[in-house]
């Protein structure tokens, strides 16, 4: 998975379905290779009033290390079926959460899940900071850096999204992260999957 945040939005008005054109060059968030097209998936939004959009993302293909990645534009919040701005203003409280269309028992999941995942939050963001500076985050800082990120930025949550997933950090439903892949797992990754292709060639040849 890549997330975009500069990107033509697209609207096919025979079909109803949204595309997006990436206006950034977003590279492999595990090994920095080029990204290629492969195919496409569909896949809905809804937005803070229950207006339900579906989109055609592409799934690009690393020539590295041959991994897959969804490519999202930053409206979409990864796993969750809400745009990433009504969910950014549960968390925030906004008044017009009020006007939402999700149930309660969602909004209180919302809720629940980004208290429980933010230390974790905050140790990726610090970990990327150091990554990108050579400089590390005093421990004392660490446990405001995403307050910091929220006070100066209006998209706060799309902007960490994209941050910590482009930086090879993977999202799992409860926005907790996995741990960024070594170099040995991401080149065994990269054999298993060639291996297991020849073994599908193998077994359509054998079959014919």
Known sequence: MVIVSSFKLNHNKSSGIFTITAEEVICCPFCNDELVYRDSRLRKLINLFGEIKCFFLRRLRCVGCNSLHTELPDIIQPYKHYDSDTIQSVLDGNPNVSACAADSSTIHRWKTEFTEAEPDINQRLASVYTRMNDEKVPIAATVHILDR??????????FVMKLLINSGYKICTRFAFCPFPSPDTVRSRSKNETERGKKDDKTIKDSS
């Open 149 to 158: 990120i929220k006070t100066k930025t209006k998209r706060w949550l799309a």
